[in-house]
């Protein structure tokens, strides 16, 4: 028994000095990052995508929820997304992980375009290679901000329709201000996004009460200014028939009823008829679209609006009536738009004659409420296709815009850029410059993009172009003929 004890002890004495231990292996290795490369079918990288990290696959609900996400980024410009996961405990236990591309549409659902399993490893920086499908927001042309997404605009629009839209009988109209008032130009601003909301009922009911308000002496267009029990002008405004027919067409795209096509084309034969005017621009032949008609077609070559001219929208009509007048309205457009803008700045009055002159009578001839959604309208020819006298003249007037700054942008600028504004930053200013950003460069959208996101306009025009530019920064402003 002694004996054994003194052999024990010889023993433990000499593991101790040939360290005779438990072997752990190696040290476990701590991930540091996550790269992932998205491209489409054709090898090309994506950027501008939200990328996920889940622990659950995109087959079950939780997977494709963003609040349910582990970590989140959006791909580069090369297509690279990068999750930082150093210190995430969840992904450094182990197991299998899911790397998934999402797109938030503003039906509030959220798009799969992509995904694939992942093993945590013992390396320190994991790289992958994902191809996903291509995005339904997106433009052909372009940026789109990746500081902004569908979430703001879909909140946006929540608001909107609580506070601007209310009943009146059978249908539901667009509050002005005073309350009790409405403008034809805030039914086709409501038309617009309730159509792009997919929002039906609100769509629906907007429609009801436009067609309760058409008269006579508008050539059977709604009277621009109206109440819920009456008219009090029963004269047209043509910006707002323009997008009410507009919107039709998309309407029909999303529900597809041949009904609103029909009636879209019978608005856009009214205004083809009565309010489609020949003119001449220094010396050039042009048409131009007539601001209105009381009983007959008031304004024309020496009173128009550029901001009544929406080159993207008249190529949609062109297609959906057959009717080329509208692809010449298109091109004149451009000619009308450099005839009035200023050469340094881009800057464009509210209204000028066909040949350039701002200010007209007594109309306003700087840049204020009109012209503010000029850059709105006119870029979206080049978003959609890529026109480059559009670009042209956005690239010119959202630099002018950059080097202002997107804080200090007020609401009225003399055309050589001299502030006339008085009351500070607002949506309808800022947002106009925002989208014309979308042909110049991804970081002055980006810029523009953030400064978008604090405003809370209560103004009926200012929240309504809000949401209306949001719609088209987060590339949920599509073009009908691609849908």
Known sequence: MKNSIVIAFYLLVACSFMSCKKDNGPALIETETIKVTLVNSAGKAEPNVNVYLFDEPATSTNGKLPARALKRAITDEQGVALFNVQGLPAFQSGGTFYITALEQLLTKEFRVLGTMPLEREQIASIEKQMQVSEKSLKYKHGFIPTTLNSEIAINEYTRWRTTQVVACGEGLRVINNPSNQTLVEAMGFGTLLAAYAKDKATFDGLMRFYKSKRTPESRNMMGWKVTC?????????????????????????????????????????????????????????????????????WGGCGMMNIMYHSPAFFRVFAEVTGDNTWLTLAEDTYTLLNAGANATTGLVPDWQTSNGVPGPGSRVGYYGYDACRAPWRLSLDY???????????????????????????????????????????????????????????????????????????TYWFNLNTRVLYLFTLTGNFWNPLER
């Open 229 to 297: 029990d009456g008219i009090i002008d029963p004269g047209s405004a043509t910006d707002g028939d323009l997008d009410v027919a507009f919107a039709l067409i998309v309407a029909n795209k999303q529900w597809n009823d041949p009904a609103y096509l029909a009636d879209a084309r019978e608005i856009l034969q009214i205004i083809r008829t009565n309010l489609v005017l020949p003119c001449t621009s220094n010396g050039k032949n042009v048409l131009i679209v007539g601001p209105g008609f009381s009983g007959n077609a």
């Open 383 to 457: 978003l959609w296709n890529g026109n480059q006298e559009a670009k042209a003249w956005a690239v010119k007037v959202s630099g002018w815009a950059n080097r202002i700054g997107p804080r200090n942008i007020v609401d009225g600028y003399e055309l050589n850029g001299t502030p006339r504004g008085t009351n500070g930053l607002n949506s309808a200013f800022l947002g106009g410059f925002a989208v014309s950003t979308m042909s110049n460069s991804q970081a002055m959208a980006n810029a523009f993009g953030t400064e978008m996101i604090p405003l809370r306009d």
